[in-house]
């Protein structure tokens, strides 16, 4: 099925995948590139790691706020779950297999990012959510099912994020444990809407533990 996002490319850097020990995949945030995102993802990347950033149409995943109901962010959302997954697909096929590919992403990208992993349970690398959470109006954490067999999952956030509620770090975080991901959820105080320090540092940890499994 062909969507917005379909058709797009699929920007690669770091380790070339036929010799990659480990992927990271990398949604970019609304208006943002996948290029841009590369460059996040250079600061995290070690030898055998494959970098693969999926491009939005338009530099945008879905037209609406997260927060609104599923429906009014169709067929964009599906669509960015698809580019996402040809990603994942795209690195099984160079010999990385999912419990080495690490989904991050920022804004609506970590967004799309966790949903893609809650909705699509099983072992990954990681999955990281840099001022993110599950789309919808609401989340029904019962509506969820499967298990992440210990994922690593960190969801990082300001306590005051103009575009990301609180409460929806919490129940993401709330979801990701329900399917048994092994989650590292940090709110920082005051911080806006970005990416601090402290944040690169703990999933610059996480890169390391993936390659050194």
């Known amino acids: 099925m062909d969507g917005p996002h379909q058709g797009q490319p699929l920007e690669t850097?770091?380790?070339?995948?036929?010799?990659a020990e480990a992927a990271l995949i990398l949604v970019h945030g609304r208006g943002?590139?996948?290029e841009s995102i590369l460059q996040m993802g250079r600061q995290l990347h070690r030898d055998g790691l494959a970098l693969l950033a999926p491009q939005a149409d338009r530099n945008t995943w879905y037209p609406n706020s997260f927060l609104r109901p599923v429906e009014s962010n169709e067929p964009g959302r599906s669509s960015g779950l698809r580019a996402i997954d040809g990603a994942v697909e795209r690195a099984n096929e160079h010999g990385v297999p999912t419990e080495r590919v690490m989904v991050l992403g920022f804004s609506q990208g970590a967004c799309l990012g966790s949903e893609y992993v809650a909705r699509n349970p099983r072992r990954y690398g990681g999955c990281v959510a840099f001022s993110g959470g599950l789309i919808g109006e609401t989340i029904d954490p019962d509506e969820f099912e499967?298990?992440?067999e210990g994922t690593p999952a960190f969801l990082g956030c300001s306590d005051v994020d103009p575009h990301i509620p609180e409460e929806r770090v919490h129940v993401t975080?709330?979801?990701l444990e329900k399917l048994d991901a092994d989650v590292e959820k940090r709110l920082y105080e005051g911080m806006g809407h970005g990416v601090n320090e402290d944040e690169i540092e703990y999933v610059d940890g996480m890169v390391e533990t993936l390659l050194d499994d």
Not at 13 to 19: M, R, V
């Open 13 to 19: 850097a770091g380790t070339p995948l036929d010799e």
């Open 32 to 34: 943002a590139t996948a």
């Open 146 to 148: 499967g298990s992440l």
């Open 173 to 175: 975080a709330e979801v």
